[in-house]
């Protein structure tokens, strides 16, 4: 009897100490608490393949920090930058830090939509004459919220080549916001979606003031079907992972208090 309960004692224990590494492995927190202020803090580097790179910043949400994503892509010809980060700062650090780092020009910049996070350094690119892309869309309310004016050529999809790597963008329709696009990288199979894409620990739907809840789940739906072979997914805040990041999203949709 005494050696069942031992065992019983030495179960609970194992599941404990199991339960509670597979939850920190799977669930880190979010957002993060860190001890000094984020948002002065440098950019972070976060390297998916050899020539694809996470660039991510910190921001305020309604008094909270939040990280941000971005991609780096290097190629033989350059490099192509998505998303700015979430201030004009980190997008001065960012940009120097592209030239010690890989010593590549930067080429030209994509932002997925209009919101502070993926566009507040647009004039620090545009001031060393690096081109900004961005969809009609985009552009114009961009111009109404005051983030700059960005070169409005992206169509619903276009794709560019530079060099040895190339960078496709599809509009799926609205969802976090009216513009929001993806970024596929047909090279590394890596799709950022942006803030149409929820990371897995996100447990609700974020900032929803430009959001369109009834469609958004049929623009997931486009991007699940366009790209079903992606072997990564960045979303715009958040850890990346796979395909199910975008099924989560949809999940989020259909039960908000999931
Ligand atoms: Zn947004």
Redesign the pocket.
């Known amino acids: 009897m005494r050696t069942n309960v031992s065992l019983l004692v030495l179960y609970l224990s194992f599941g404990i100490w199991f339960a509670q590494c597979h939850t920190a492995k799977e669930f880190p927190s979010y957002p993060p608490n860190p001890t000094t202020n984020p948002i002065d803090s440098s950019i972070e580097w976060i390297k998916i393949k050899e020539s694809v790179w996470i660039h991510k910043s910190f921001g305020s949400f309604q008094g909270k920090t939040y990280p941000s994503n971005g991609l780096v892509v290097l190629t033989n010809k350059g490099v192509v930058v998505i998303d700015t980060p979430w201030t004009e700062p980190q997008t001065e650090e960012l940009i120097q830090s592209i030239q010690t780092k890989f010593q590549k020009q930067i080429v030209f910049v994509i932002v997925t939509?209009a919101?502070d996070?993926?566009m507040a350094g647009v004039s620090s690119f545009q001031k060393r004459k690096i081109p900004v892309y961005s969809t009609q869309l985009t552009a114009k309310l961009a111009k109404e919220n005051g983030y700059g004016i960005p070169s409005p050529i992206l169509d619903i999809q276009t794709r560019f080549s530079l060099g040895n790597g190339s960078v496709e963008v599809f509009y799926p329709g609205p969802g976090?916001?009216p513009d929001n696009i993806v970024v596929w990288l047909p090279d590394t199979h890596i799709l950022f979606g942006g803030?149409l894409v929820k990371a897995l620990e996100a447990e609700d739907l974020g900032?929803l003031k430009d959001a369109n809840v009834v469609e958004w789940e049929s623009s997931v739906k486009r991007v699940l079907s366009r790209y079903p072979d992606a072997e990564v997914v960045v979303p715009?805040h958040g850890n990346w992972g796979k395909l199910d990041l975008l099924r989560h999203t949809i999940r989020l949709l259909i039960s908000p208090n999931h």
Do not use: E
């Open positions: 939509h919101h996070d993926r976090h916001s803030c900032n715009g």
